[in-house]
């Protein structure tokens, strides 16, 4: 398996295309792993306290102030 380093020093050396190319498919990457992460947590109720704390504010007339 190839090191950091390794992985590194051939990112640097793409075409400024090509580096633009991994840019966008990484960037695509990572926003689809969140975008799981987040319908794991919602499933699995880990993000619930939002939805109470966001309820708490509108009973308290906080919401839309800014």
């Not at 990484?26 to 987040?38: G, L």
């Amino acid at each position: 398996m190839r090191t950091f380093e390794d992985i590194k020093t051939e990112i640097e050396a793409l075409p400024h295309r090509e580096y633009m190319k991994l840019l966008h498919w990484f960037s695509e990457h990572d926003w689809n792993a969140w975008d799981e992460e987040i319908e794991r947590d919602s499933a699995a109720g880990k993000l619930d306290f939002l939805i109470r704390e966001a309820l708490e504010e509108k009973t308290r007339g906080n919401l839309g102030q800014i």
